[in-house]
């Protein structure tokens, strides 16, 4: 099988450095570049963390760009406490992973992507795990991308269950509410990989201490990680007794979509409060027939835990 081109954009938290090590451990994907965005931590402090996990997992071949550094309607963006609380002050469980000397490059994250969709067309796959603000600025420079590429495949949104930061809202879509509403309401082809079925997905002690047996700097590092994790989700969602692989869940979606139970859906992003950030089904589109965006209802939980402690696991046996 041919291997599929993909590009992540990462607020990389905790979460996302998962996304980034299923990306590289999947023997189907060939990671091609990764864009910064803000919501986990600020935009610089993500790109210096994948610059640094990259380095980590033997991979400082794959080019970082930064991408915007706040939504689509304000003119700057700060964390907000309880991204701190989750991920650590530093996004990465405050852990001092050994900086790379590796830069960020000096092209634009959004040019980069626009670039690359016509390279790449239909073999490529974009990954978002954070708010939707560079695809969405990409879309207005170059309305012709929303047919050339392949899919994308984000985490974001909340369809069946309440929000995680308000009753109706995901943090993802919550960050940048216009930029998601003209993202869906595009002709790009997409699915909407939300809380629904990421809530699922949980990584337990058990798992981290199987990293933890293999005494390398990299199973090190990444139980470390979902450990803090594991400890921010007792206090926020004590009754799931783990903590959820919201990120990586996506990146194993755009490889495998069957992994995934979805519904095809009109979905609109409500902008204006108090259901800002709420994705629905657009009422304005209810009887046109939806055929580029599905969202995700239910999961193959045991199918992708099993592949995914596969192929990190193996990942991390060699780093």
């Known amino acids: 099988m041919a291997k599929y081109k993909m590009i992540l954009d990462l607020d990389t938290g905790i979460d996302d450095a998962l996304a980034l090590a299923y990306a590289l451990a999947d023997q189907d994907c060939d990671l091609i570049g990764i864009i910064g965005s803000y919501g986990n931590v600020l935009v610089e402090q993500g790109t210096q963390n994948s610059l640094d996990l990259l380095a980590l997992l033997g991979a400082s071949n794959v080019p970082v760009y930064e991408g915007l550094s706040h939504s689509s309607t304000t003119s700057n963006f700060a964390v907000q406490p309880v991204s701190a609380r989750i991920h650590g002050n ?10 790379t000397p590796k830069k960020i490059e000096k092209q634009s994250g959004v040019d980069f992507l626009i670039e690359a969709i016509h390279k790449y067309q239909k073999d490529l796959l974009l990954v978002p795990t954070g708010p939707l603000t560079n695809l969405a600025a ?3 420079k170059d309305p012709t991308i929303t047919k050339l590429i392949g899919h994308v495949t984000l985490m974001g949104g909340a369809l069946t269950v309440p929000g995680n930061v308000s009753p109706v809202s995901e943090a993802n879509i919550h960050q940048d509410p216009e ?12 699915t909407m990989v939300g809380l629904d079925v990421t809530t699922r997905t949980l990584l337990t002690r058990n798992e981290t201490q199987i990293w933890r047996n293999l005494h390398t700097k990299a199973g090190e590092v990444y139980a470390d990680l979902v450990d803090y994790y594991i400890d921010a989700y007792k206090q926020t969602n004590p009754h799931l007794g783990g903590c959820a692989l919201h990120d990586p869940l996506a990146v194993a979606a755009a490889l495998e979509p ?16 108090p259901f800002e950030g709420r994705t629905i089904g657009d009422e304005a589109r209810l009887n046109i027939p939806a055929t580029t965006t599905q ?3 239910n999961v193959d939980v045991l199918r992708f835990i099993t592949k995914f402690m ?3 696991t193996t990942l991390f046996e060699n780093h």
């Open 295 to 297: 969202a995700a209802i």
């Open 258 to 273: 069957n992994l995934l139970q979805t519904v095809y859906l009109n979905i609109k992003v409500d902008t204006i409060a």
């Open 138 to 140: 990409a879309i207005k």
């Open 310 to 312: 596969e192929r990190l």
């Open 90 to 99: 530093n996004g990465i469980a405050n852990l001092k992973i050994k900086h």
């Open 179 to 190: 930029a998601a509403d003209e993202v869906f309401k595009s002709d790009i082809p997409l």
